[in-house]
């Protein structure tokens, strides 16, 4: 059975603090994907990352960055400065690879204060 | 490119009665895909498709139902909504799936139903 867990419900920072976002998971199976959302105020969910369980390098995309360590199943998501934009709900979801269903975790509000 | 567009944004349905929430995509995906989200929780797949013609159940298909007679419309329907059915509902597309691998799905903006 597949699991994403995001411990964190709620989270808030001042504007230009570095945040990280928690998301640990269990599969049984050897090749997956995981992915993070953002869903803004305005609900729609927008793409951020897609990694392959093969690939265990971290990612680096302007402030946001990505530390998958399959060791300790986790695919946790920093935000570098973070800004008033960045306040939004992030979605950490698995696919198992041949499934068509993405489980998502129940996501992490964060809210950053100007 | 709109991308994964959805109609209406916003509906309410008394006990009941029935609706159909349109989803339309413009990227060629050969995939739909169908989520429901409830308060605080992640999302939940109702329905998907793989091609035209061809539909399968996600993990909470019961009071839906799907059909995709073309590559760019995958609709859902609500037949005697009820309470429980009050979400918010998105559609979503890929270009690829399983069996020929993972690919990135894309998602609508969503539907807030509310059943009253």
């Known amino acids: 059975a597949q699991k994403v867990t995001q411990a964190q419900t709620e989270i808030s920072v001042v504007e230009k603090e570095d945040v990280t976002l928690d998301c640990v998971y269990e599969?049984?199976?050897?090749?997956?994907?995981l992915f993070w959302y953002k869903q803004p105020p305005s609900g729609e969910l927008v793409f951020l990352i897609r990694?392959?369980?093969?690939?265990?390098q971290n990612e680096i995309s302007g402030r946001y960055s990505w530390n998958f360590q399959k060791s300790t199943s986790s695919f946790n998501f920093t935000i570098t400065a973070s800004q008033v934009v960045d306040s939004a709900v992030y979605f950490c979801?698995?696919?198992?690879?041949?499934?068509?269903?993405?489980?998502f975790g129940t996501g992490t509000r964060l809210t950053v204060i100007p | 490119n709109a991308g994964v567009t959805q109609t209406p944004k916003f509906r309410i349905l008394k006990i009941g009665q029935s609706m159909t929430l349109q989803c339309t995509q413009d990227?060629?995906?050969?995939?739909m895909y169908w989520y429901r989200q409830d308060p605080g929780m992640g999302l939940k797949l109702i329905y998907y498709?793989?091609?035209?013609?061809?539909?399968d159940k996600g993990e909470v298909p019961n009071g839906y139902n799907v059909s995709r007679s073309t590559t760019e419309d995958f609709p859902l329907r609500l037949e005697l909504a009820a309470p429980s059915q009050t979400s918010v509902y998105f559609c979503?597309?890929?270009?690829?799936?399983?069996?020929?691998?993972?690919?990135?799905?894309?998602f609508g903006p969503g539907t807030r139903l509310t059943v009253l």
């Open positions: 979503a597309s890929s270009y690829k799936g399983p069996p020929s691998g993972a690919d990135t799905q894309y």
């Open positions: 599969t049984r199976d050897t090749t997956y994907y």
């Open positions: 990694r392959n369980s093969f690939d265990e």
């Open positions: 979801a698995l696919l198992k690879t041949g499934a068509n269903n993405l489980f």
């Open positions: 990227m060629n995906h050969n995939y």
């Open positions: 498709s793989v091609g035209a013609g061809i539909t």
